[in-house]
DNA sequence: ATCATTACTTTGACGCTCGAAGCAACTGAG
DNA sequence: CTCAGTTGCTTCGAGCGTCAAAGTAATGAT
């Protein structure tokens, strides 16, 4: 077994980790993966508009009201029509909502930062080094990306 | 923006790219992801039982009979009654479905692999302890993991 | 023989995803 | 002002992935 497929197997640890993450949180939660991921974009910027959601999500618009319908059936979102074009609706966290979000466990995002910050200075700077490294050797180009952990449809989770 | 959040990204550029990775190669091949994860897995342990998939996979038996399905339908795989017991179901992968696999694209792992392999020595050994730092760092406890780079289901690309 | 276990399939139900089609509202050209 | 085009969202219909529960078949232990 050499270095490269080493390598691999690490970054398959990762993956899977995350995508078993999103389960948990998801069922803690009452609420699928992909509707959880849905309230954190929602937390992230409140006013928040589908078509925002969906690039964001890089899904499509049909499948952000799909998902938006199950929160609001759930008390988690509301819809708002905008005041300035009213075409838009945005769709902002109730208390719930909000709640929810708050008390997520967030268990493996909370172990991953508690981690690594207690981590020494030099290791910090070796990790950011390393994770970048290989982000860029798999991406080509590249989209935004906030600082929030999640597995994406992996996770159809049914 | 702290290194926390920087190594946060990072993590979430790796995912994405993983993601983005599983589609392609599916589309490509004119199979789902999660189906060619299935022919991937059959192609590396030949004979190999539903049981070993599912476990393999994390998902459960009913989900492997219906993905085998849709890869027998399309001609990838064989289901072959074991002899030694009769109970099992060996499933192997065609000549289609080795063709298939072998002419995929392959496009994410292989532009990895190449990048590593052209990696300093000392370079490699650097991503190496900090990829296996940060999985450790992800998962508590572990479970098998190969070379081989997927994206679950998360995905559940339609 | 009989009962429990194991391996797999079937059934029914739900979630995610999309494209296409529809509706409502805004915008710009004339 | 008006009409055409665009934009933002929703609805509809369909396919895939996933599972639990129930069913079938074969093995094994007593």
Chains 1, 2 share one sequence.
Request: glycine fraction near 6%; include cysteine.
């Amino acid at each position: 077994m050499d270095r490269t497929d080493v390598s691999l197997i690490a970054l398959r640890r990762i993956l899977r980790a995350t995508e078993l993450y999103g389960r948990e949180l998801a069922q803690a939660a009452g609420l699928t993966a992909v509707q959880f991921r849905v309230l954190q974009v929602v937390g992230e910027k409140s006013p928040c508009t589908a078509t925002a959601i969906a690039q964001r999500m890089g899904v499509s618009q049909a499948t952000v009201t799909s998902l938006v319908d199950k929160l609001v059936r759930q008390g988690m979102v509301e819809r708002q029509r905008s005041e300035k074009d009213r075409r838009q609706t945005n769709i902002v966290p109730t208390d719930k909502g909000r709640a929810t979000l708050d008390s997520a466990p967030d268990a493996l995002q909370q172990r991953y930062v508690r981690k690594f910050e207690a981590l020494e200075d030099w290791e910090q700077s070796m990790l950011v080094a390393a994770l970048e490294r290989v982000a860029s050797m798999l991406d080509a180009d590249d989209l935004d990306a906030s600082p929030v952990l999640h597995t994406g449809d992996l996770a159809n989770a049914g």
